[in-house]
């Protein structure tokens, strides 16, 4: 596995859409239905198991936009490269205020692989008290407790496809603030995000995915 890498140059903008905002199905533009964004993500989300392997199903808030640079995007379970996702992405989502905090995890359910998930998950990036913002403005990510630095994905050799999932949640009034300050140590494998988000009374308001593989 690498070591951890900081997220200096990483940032955090908001992304903005219209909460009426639809994504066509991209086979046609005449016959098929319009489903909303939130529907879309949702639609995503079980068709690749992750509702219900990683998370149960929620209330979509927030369009959670990922960049690792150079067109490298996250679309809901398009494949990226490993080598091109070794350092943090530049995260973007909608904050209702700039007074809220917000968490970022980034689990991988299929280690070592989807098959046999005994380490199911590997935690690879958890960032919790990052404050919103507003009018596009950035904030910066290490702005925030960083909980477990970020690992680029390894997936071991000839293990399939992985699917390396981001969460971003909202620390409601109520937040489990002993929870969200301690560092999490240094093994990553057995984490339970639903567990975390349980146990520090978060809420999911966004998710996004991506699969890598090392064939």
Same mark, same amino acid.
């Given at each position: 596995?690498?070591?951890?890498?900081?997220?200096?140059?990483?940032?955090?903008?908001?992304?903005?859409?219209?909460?009426?905002?639809?994504?066509?199905?991209?086979? *046609?533009?005449?016959?098929?239905?319009?489903?909303?964004?939130?529907?879309?993500?949702?639609?995503?989300?079980? =068709?690749?198991?992750?509702?219900?392997? @990683?998370?149960? %199903?929620? =209330?979509?808030?927030?369009?959670?936009?990922? +960049?690792?640079?150079?067109?490298?995007?996250?679309?809901?379970?398009?494949?990226?490269?490993?080598?091109? *996702? $070794? !350092?943090?992405? $530049?995260?973007?989502? $909608?904050?209702?205020?700039?007074?809220?905090?917000?968490?970022?995890?980034?689990?991988?359910?299929?280690?070592?692989?989807?098959?046999?998930?005994?380490?199911?998950?590997?935690?690879?990036?958890?960032?919790?008290?990052?404050?919103?913002? +507003?009018?596009? =403005?950035?904030? &910066?990510?290490?702005?925030? *407790?960083?909980?477990t630095p970020y690992m680029g994905p390894a997936p071991p050799h000839? %293990?399939?496809? !992985?699917?390396?999932?981001?969460?971003?949640?909202? =620390? @409601?009034?109520?937040?489990? @603030?002993?929870?969200?300050?301690?560092?999490?140590?240094?093994?990553?494998?057995?984490?339970?995000?639903? $567990?975390? %988000?349980?146990?520090?009374?978060?809420?999911?308001?966004?998710?996004?995915?991506?699969?890598?593989? &090392?064939?």
């Open positions: 596995m690498p070591r951890g890498l900081s997220c200096s140059n990483t940032f955090l903008s908001l992304f903005s859409p219209s909460s009426n905002t639809t994504l066509p199905n991209h086979a *046609t533009y005449t016959s098929m239905p319009l489903v909303t964004s939130d529907q879309a993500t949702e639609i995503s989300l079980k =068709q690749d198991g992750i509702i219900p392997d @990683v998370i149960d %199903s929620f =209330q979509s808030k927030t369009l959670l936009v990922l +960049s690792y640079g150079n067109g490298k995007d996250v679309t809901l379970g398009n494949k990226l490269a490993v080598a091109d *996702t $070794q !350092h943090p992405p $530049q995260v973007s989502f $909608q904050s209702d205020s700039p007074n809220d905090k917000y968490t970022l995890i980034m689990t991988d359910p299929d280690a070592p692989s989807r098959k046999d998930p005994k380490f199911r998950e590997w935690r690879h990036w958890v960032v919790t008290n990052i404050s919103g913002a +507003s009018d596009f =403005q950035p904030a &910066n990510v290490c702005h925030g *407790t960083a909980l000839g %293990s399939g496809p !992985h699917r390396y999932v981001f969460l971003l949640y909202k =620390q @409601v009034p109520g937040s489990n @603030v002993a929870v969200l300050s301690a560092p999490l140590g240094d093994n990553r494998q057995s984490f339970r995000a639903k $567990q975390f %988000s349980g146990q520090a009374h978060l809420e999911l308001v966004g998710a996004n995915y991506f699969f890598a593989e &090392n064939a």
